[in-house]
Nanobody, 124 residues
Framework: QVQLVESGGGLVQPGGSLRVSCATS????????IGWFRQAPGKAREGVVC????????YYAASVKGRFAVSRDNAQNTVYLEMNNLKPEDTGVYYC?????????????????WGQGTQVTVSP
């Protein structure tokens, strides 16, 4: 059974940092791309970061490049998203998603599996 479980969301002040995690199971992690998406209130879900793992590149949306960093722990089948210098516009529910292969852009194309999401709120 495939599972993706996000954790680590919370409330942080502007300029602060937060790390969210995506723990996965049930598929061959080494050969899957993992994408991070977010959905702000009243807005469509958007791709933020895509991690290809050892076989490809990572991609970042322009709005987060230089502030967010994605990493993978292959032993734990977990992906981390380190978010620094957070802004109010980063507020939203953050989802991780998995799809076979590697990333072609910062928005993982048609993922097979999704997590349930974790709330990130950036507010004074």
């Amino acid at each position: 059974q495939v599972q993706l479980v996000e954790s680590g969301g919370g409330l942080v002040q502007p300029g602060g940092s937060l790390r969210v995690s995506c723990a996965t199971s049930g598929f061959d992690f080494d050969y899957y791309a993992i994408g991070w998406f977010r959905q702000a209130p009243g807005k469509a879900r958007e791709g933020v970061v895509c991690s290809s793992g050892d076989y490809g590149d990572n991609y970042y949306a322009a709005s987060v490049k230089g502030r967010f960093a994605v990493s993978r722990d292959n032993a734990q089948n977990t992906v981390y998203l380190e978010m620094n210098n957070l802004k109010p516009e980063d507020t939203g529910v953050y989802y991780c998603a998995a799809g076979p292969g590697i990333c072609a852009s910062y928005s993982l194309y048609e993922p097979d599996h999704w997590g349930q999401g974790t709330q990130v709120t950036v507010s004074p």
